[in-house]
């Protein structure tokens, strides 16, 4: 009987229902902001429905920032780190 193949990547877990930003991984925030530009894009909201959906783009956007500014300062950290320690080459 042949074996399934392992999978490359873990699932992402889905977010629960309203959990808030900060919970939230990188990839779980571009999910749900996609997901709330296609509700207004659709136009199957209303005005006050689209404008709700707006703000909380807005927060998941600014998480989504802060995700990715601490990612930079870690790499910009491993580069400091590399070129600290790396032997001269005179």
């Known amino acids: 009987m042949a074996k399934k193949p392992a999978p490359t990547q873990a699932p992402l877990s889905e977010p629960k229902p309203g959990a808030p930003a900060e919970e939230l991984r990188y990839e779980q925030l571009i999910e ?35 995700i990715l500014d601490q990612a930079e300062q870690r790499i910009t950290q491993l580069n400091a780190d590399q070129l600290g320690d790396a032997p001269d080459e005179d």
């Open 32 to 66: 749900q902001l996609e997901s709330l530009v296609d509700r207004i894009e659709s136009g199957e909201t209303g005005l006050e429905e689209s404008i709700k959906c707006y703000e909380q783009g807005i927060g998941l956007v600014k998480r989504a920032r802060a």
